[in-house]
């Protein structure tokens, strides 16, 4: 074999190493549940701490579902007339948090007799749309005026007072705390921008930086891995980019339906990922190659 033969194989080597280094098992999205089982503004998907997951809107507008691990869904709670919930979190006492935008409500059920009750009404609400939650029960919430094109930012504490934390923002609406808790990630749809704010231990923010900027589509949820990085569902593209802490795209991984509405790890190991789709009307699922921050 003379060099020029063994140059080749050396480059041919090299070339299918990068290919491969390159494929990932997150490109391989399969159907959890069956089409159209929840309703066109499915979203919210949440793990307790037993890891059942939880959905907005099952069947009809107003409701909560419960998700089995083969993708079966039951009715789990009804919530009052006129209530509509857009995000589920839970608190370190596994009661369950709903965003419930018609209302201008953050809603509480208790998961042992699914009371559901009030947990903090704010007139200035424009209409509660995702959440996220601190080691110290804290929420966070995004808060757009879809008419307007703008949006406000608010942090609930555990005894249901709210503070406006900014106002006159674009549409916000994903929402997410790094794994240490000191970075807070906020989106806005109609703007494409995903803007980063310093958190310090008493939940105040601080230092709001540009952390990316989309020339199109729009965003809606958002989550973090172990490592940090923020994953965010591309609304129309049917993507779920991958931004480094740093703000570099590392990747998109691309789903079976376009309308991506928001995401959540879980499984064993934290590296199964679910993903509502409100075109389809119902949940996608991939394996990442990394957990998610709680796992």
């Known amino acids: 074999m003379d060099r020029k033969d063994v140059a080749l194989k050396i480059i041919l080597f090299f070339l299918i190493v990068v290919i491969c280094s390159s494929c990932s098992t997150t490109s391989i999205v399969s159907d959890f549940t069956a089409e159209h089982l929840f309703t066109g503004s499915?979203?919210?998907?949440?793990f307790d701490a037993n890891g059942t997951l939880y959905v907005v809107n099952f069947q009809r507008n107003g409701t909560i579902g419960k998700v089995d691990a083969d993708g079966s869904a039951d009715l789990f709670v009804e919530l009052p007339q006129g209530s509509?919930?857009?995000?589920?979190?839970?608190?370190?006492?596994?009661e369950m948090?709903?965003?419930?935008?018609?209302?201008?409500?953050?809603?509480?059920?208790e998961m042992k007799t699914r009371t559901v009750s009030v947990f903090v009404h704010n007139e200035q609400f424009n209409q509660p749309n995702d959440l996220c939650i601190n080691k110290n029960d804290q929420l966070f919430a995004s808060d757009p005026h879809w008419k307007t094109n703008t949006g406000k930012l608010w942090r609930i504490d555990p005894d249901g007072s709210s503070m406006l934390l900014e106002d006159s923002m674009g549409t916000t609406n994903g929402i997410e705390l790094s794994p240490d808790e000191q970075t807070l990630y906020v989106?806005?749809?109609?703007q494409r921008n995903v803007w980063k704010y310093s958190v310090d231990a008493a939940g105040n923010i601080s230092g709001k930086t540009l952390f990316y900027h989309f020339n199109d589509f729009g965003m809606d949820g958002m989550k973090c891995d172990k490592t940090g990085n923020l994953y965010?569902?591309?609304?129309?593209?049917?993507t779920i980019a991958v931004l480094s802490p740093d703000g570099i795209l590392l990747k998109e991984i691309p789903l079976n339906g376009k309308n991506c509405s928001n995401l959540v790890f879980g499984g064993r190991d934290g590296k199964s990922v679910f993903v509502t789709m409100q075109?389809?009307?119902?949940?996608e699922q991939f394996t990442n190659d990394i957990p998610g921050k709680s796992y």
């Open 42 to 46: 499915i979203e919210g998907p949440a």
């Open 84 to 94: 509509v919930a857009n995000s589920i979190k839970f608190n370190s006492g596994g």
């Open 97 to 109: 948090l709903l965003a419930d935008y018609p209302m201008h409500n953050v809603l509480k059920v």
């Open 279 to 283: 075109d389809r009307k119902i949940i």
């Open 232 to 238: 965010v569902t591309r609304y129309g593209k049917g």
């Open 187 to 190: 989106n806005e749809s109609i």
